[in-house]
C-alpha cells in the first residue's frame, strides 16, 4: 500500500465479529432490597447493593452505579480486567464483558473518537462468528465512521484453492455485506496475506474493483503472543512516526482488552493520528470505501449462512503458523491501482 506525506499516521486494521456485554444473573427479590427504595437497608454478608436497590455479589449489583453507602461494590479496574475474575469494575461507566474486560473495541474508538479499518469475514467456524449473528454490530461500525472491509467469507489460505472456490469465499460474503450494508465494500485482505500472485485471484480482484491491503506492523495477538509482546510489536513497528498499517484481531479477548487500550494510550501519547486505512492511503471520500452509497437491510428468515450456500464448506491450515510461513514465501506485486 501506498503511505501518504503524513509523518504520523496510523491506521487499525481489524476484523470485526462480535460485541462484549455483560451477562449475568440476577438474583433480585423484593426480600432482599437495600438503600432509598427499600426503606435504606444495607445488604448482609459483604453483598452489593445495585443501582436499582437489590443486593447480590456479581458484576451487575457491584458494578457500575453500584450503591456504596447500602453495600460492598468492586473497586474500578486499572488493567482492563473486570468482573468476577479480579472483583473489580469497569471505570468510566463502560461495560464488563463476559471474558471479564472492559469495553467493547467499538466503544473504546467512540471514546476516543478514532476511527479503524474492519476486515470481515463471514464464518469461521468459531463460535459466534457468523456475520448474520453479529449485523447489528456491523452496521454500528459503519454508523460510527469506521471502514468495513471484505476478508472472505471463512478465511482461508487463497492460495490453496481453485478458481471456483475463490469465487464462493468471495461470493458468500458480498452476499451478506448486501443483506446487511445494502452495499459491498471495495477493500479487500487475503486471509494470511497470502495468495496474491494466484492468477484466478488477481483475476477475479480485479474485475470486481477491489483495492487489496495488507499491513507492516503485526502484533501477532493471532499467534498467542502475550499482551506484553504485541504492545512490544506495536510501539517498535510504529515508533518511527511514519505511516504505518497495524494489524489485530478484535475476535481475541486480551486484544479487545489490554492490547487495544495500550495502542490507543500510545499512538494518542505519541500525538499520532489513528485513522482509517482509506485514509492513511490518501483516499478519504467515504464514497470511494464502497461500490454504492449503504441501504441497510432488515434482518429477516434468510439471515444465516445456510441460505447462501448450496454447500458448506470451511477451508484452514492446520495452525496460523503454518499458513503464515506460506505467506513468508511469497512475492508481493500488487496490484497497479494499489
Known amino acids: 500500500t501506498q503511505k501518504t506525506k ?49 443486593c447480590g455479589d456479581d458484576v451487575s449489583f457491584c458494578g457500575v452505579e453500584c450503591q456504596s453507602e447500602f453495600g460492598h461494590c468492586f473497586p474500578a479496574s486499572t488493567d482492563s480486567t473486570c468482573g468476577a475474575k479480579t472483583n473489580t469494575t469497569c471505570p468510566f461507566n463502560d461495560c464488563c464483558s463476559q471474558t471479564g474486560f472492559c469495553g467493547s473495541t467499538h466503544d473504546k474508538l467512540k471514546k476516543h473518537n478514532i476511527k479503524a479499518t474492519f476486515f470481515v469475514n463471514g464464518n469461521t467456524g468459531e463460535k459466534d462468528s457468523c456475520i448474520y449473528d453479529n449485523a447489528e454490530t456491523l452496521q454500528r461500525a459503519f454508523l460510527e465512521g469506521h471502514q468495513i472491509a471484505a476478508h472472505t467469507w471463512s478465511h482461508p489460505s487463497l492460495g490453496s484453492l481453485s478458481k471456483e472456490e475463490i469465487i464462493y469465499q468471495i461470493d458468500y460474503l458480498e452476499v451478506a455485506f448486501k443483506k446487511i450494508l445494502g452495499t459491498v465494500p471495495t477493500y479487500f485482505r487475503p486471509p494470511f496475506g497470502t495468495g496474491i500472485n494466484v492468477v484466478d485471484l488477481r483475476n477475479e480482484l480485479i474485475k470486481r474493483n477491489y483495492i487489496v491491503a495488507l499491513w507492516d506492523v503485526d502484533t501477532r495477538d493471532w499467534a498467542e503472543a502475550s499482551v506484553k509482546d504485541s504492545e512490544n510489536l506495536f510501539s517498535q ?18 486484544t479487545v482488552g489490554p492490547l ?46 445456510k441460505s447462501i450456500f448450496i454447500e458448506v464448506k470451511f477451508y484452514f491450515h492446520s495452525s496460523w503458523k503454518e499458513a503464515m510461513a506460506l505467506r513468508s514465501l511469497e512475492e508481493y506485486t500488487g496490484f497497479e491501482n494499489i
Open 6 to 54: 503524513s509523518t504520523k499516521t496510523k491506521s487499525t486494521a481489524t476484523k470485526s465479529t462480535k460485541t462484549n456485554s455483560t451477562a449475568t444473573k440476577s438474583t433480585a427479590t423484593a426480600s432482599n432490597g437495600c438503600g432509598p427504595k427499600h426503606e435504606n437497608k444495607k445488604c448482609p454478608d459483604n453483598a452489593c447493593c445495585s443501582k436499582d436497590g437489590f
Open 237 to 254: 513497528g510504529t515508533s518511527d512516526g511514519l505511516p504505518r498499517i497495524s494489524l489485530s484481531h478484535d475476535r481475541i479477548n486480551t
Open 260 to 305: 487495544a487500550d495500550f495502542e490507543i494510550k500510545f499512538s494518542l501519547e505519541k500525538s499520532y493520528k489513528p485513522m482509517t486505512l482509506a485514509e492513511c492511503i490518501g483516499k478519504d471520500d467515504i464514497k470511494d470505501w464502497y461500490r454504492n452509497p449503504p441501504k441497510f437491510g432488515k434482518r429477516d428468515e434468510t439471515w444465516k449462512y
